[in-house]
């Protein structure tokens, strides 16, 4: 079975050979000139236009997606467990920096205020103590030592007292409100957390009555005046764009510049995302949402930019048709890059800028060319 299996593999190999070799030699007996006539010419609408050297650049299209920078988003967390009594803000609402969000009733947060109010209780005996044994010393009447002990107490109430003031912080509460509690001896029911910058309010995760954990995100806060652009691209061609190349969004008046390319490669696309900064006109997308971006093709000196109905292909070849003084010239090219109505092609002889290549009806032109190859 296995010498039967080679003998069949040898004969699948001869004929594929054999294939390209006859469309090879087909394509090489195909005359390259052919007569049109102008009356035939422009019955069949063919139309030409002259070559420009790359004046339309090709553009390649790729799917993005709008995010925010890491450092523009902030995320609200619960920092007690307890309950969310009260919700003040709503989703897509701007907000200041300093705005009240939401408010967590919690007895974790009682317990914090507690014991910030016993260390101020303790501090404020100690410093009383001090002071005392400080007067008695100076008159005489107490060894030193007992001056010492008084200070340390001092310090260690003072410690427990800097130590409760910043699990209060931890907590979200501002340092005015905590010195306040400390000052009047009242603390608050609940707990308000606020923002730390001004953007919109793009997620929330809870809803009143609800309870949390310490640590549970409850809302997203995004700065949207600066979004980024995150683009798949195919990983053999990644280099071609490098940080600070220009790009538009499809269908939007959008720039975008590049910032930066991922080292790694996704596994199961293999692409590469490129990272851009939108310049302006952020209000026209929103995170999240997802668009079609072009990037433009590298250009090669030997390369010219086409229509792409300009191109027509005949097996695995493609041609351009260019206009000679009684009908066309058929000459090979090589696409390098398609985009849209665009095209990059190669050119395998020779174009010239301002030569005539047909733009419309190449279908219609390749026939002819076909039937006048048939017919000899």
């Known amino acids: 079975m296995s010498k039967i299996n080679q003998c069949i593999q040898v004969c699948t190999y001869a004929i594929a050979a054999f294939c390209i070799l006859s469309s090879a030699a087909q394509a090489a007996d195909r005359p390259a000139r052919f007569a049109v006539p102008n009356g035939q010419i422009q019955a069949l609408g063919i139309t030409t236009a002259p070559l420009q050297s790359q004046a339309d650049p090709v553009r390649a299209s790729f799917p993005a997606q709008v995010v925010v920078p890491p450092n523009a988003e902030q995320i609200i967390s619960s920092p007690v467990a307890g309950l969310v009594s009260q919700l003040l803000v709503q989703q897509n609402q701007v907000v200041r920096s300093g705005a009240p969000l939401v408010r967590i009733a919690s ?124 683009i798949q691209v195919p990983v053999a061609d990644s280099a071609s764009w490098q940080p600070g190349v220009k790009l538009k969004v499809q269908g939007r008046d959008i720039a975008a510049r590049i910032l930066s390319a991922s080292p790694g490669v996704l596994a199961g696309s293999q692409t590469v995302v490129l990272r851009a900064v939108i310049e302006g006109k952020t209000g026209q997308v929103r995170p999240g949402e997802f668009l079609a971006v072009e990037l433009p093709v590298k250009a090669a000196a030997d390369g010219w930019d086409l229509p792409l109905a300009a191109v027509a292909h005949d097996g695995n070849q493609a041609y351009v048709f260019v206009r000679t003084a009684d009908g066309f010239e058929a000459r090979p090219v090589t696409v390098a890059a398609s985009a849209g109505q665009r095209v990059r092609v190669r050119v395998q002889g020779s174009l010239k800028a301002g030569e005539q290549v047909a733009v419309s009806s190449v279908v219609t032109l390749k026939g002819v060319w076909l039937d006048g190859k048939e017919s000899k």
Do not use: C, Y
């Not at 003072?158 to 907590?171: G, P, T, Y």
């Not at 979200?172 to 730390?196: D, F, R, Y």
């Not at 009555?209 to 005046?225: C, E, F, I, M």
């Open 107 to 230: 007895p974790e947060f009682g317990q914090l205020q507690l014991q910030l109010l016993q260390a101020n209780s303790r501090v404020t005996l100690a410093r009383q103590a001090a002071q005392r044994e400080q007067l008695l010393f100076d008159e005489g009447i107490i060894p030193q030592r007992r001056v010492q002990e008084a200070q340390a107490g001092l310090k260690e109430g003072e410690a427990a007292l800097k130590q409760a003031e910043a699990a209060l912080r931890l907590s979200g509460m501002p340092p005015a409100t905590i010195a306040e509690i400390a000052a009047s001896g009242n603390p608050q029911e609940s707990l308000t957390l606020v923002s730390a910058q001004a953007g919109v309010v793009t997620g929330i995760a809870v809803k009143s009555g609800q309870r949390v954990d310490s640590a549970s995100p409850l809302l997203h806060v995004a700065q949207t005046d600066t979004l980024w652009l995150e």
